[in-house]
């Protein structure tokens, strides 16, 4: 079931800074990560695409970086400055880039999530 792997997810203060990873992005050209909290819409964070143009969301503009190796098939989301409205489960997403960067409908390949829970 699960397509892609992510790691890096854990429990911070606000502050603090963790850095999620994806691994085998399948060499799609389009790659992002969501984040879904209990009761809202998934909603993307961050995309990067073949020519390594990202996007962020308003609410992690500054904080977050996204970023990839495409000879190695990886896909990264350095975030700093967390805040609790980060808390979230996050999730990886691998596709064609036919959409806008934050439709989840663009990705074939998606990963099974991992938890970041940021405390006050």
């Known amino acids: 079931q699960v397509q892609l792997v992510e790691s890096g997810g854990g429990s911070v203060q606000a502050g603090g800074s963790l850095r999620l990873s994806c691994g085998n992005t399948?060499?799609?050209?389009?790659l992002a990560w969501f984040r879904q909290a209990p009761g809202k819409e998934r909603e993307g964070v961050a995309a990067i695409d073949f020519r390594s143009r990202t996007n962020y969301a308003d609410s992690v503009k500054g904080r977050f970086t996204i970023s990839k190796d495409t000879a190695k098939n990886t896909l990264d989301l350095q975030m700093n400055s967390l805040e609790p409205e980060d808390t979230s489960k996050y999730y990886c997403?691998?596709?064609?880039?036919?959409?806008?960067?934050?439709?989840?409908?663009?990705?074939?390949?998606w990963g099974q999530g991992t938890a970041v829970t940021v405390s006050s």
């Open positions: 997403a691998a596709g064609g880039c036919g959409s806008t960067w934050y439709d989840t409908g663009r990705y074939n390949y």
């Open positions: 399948r060499n799609m050209p389009c």
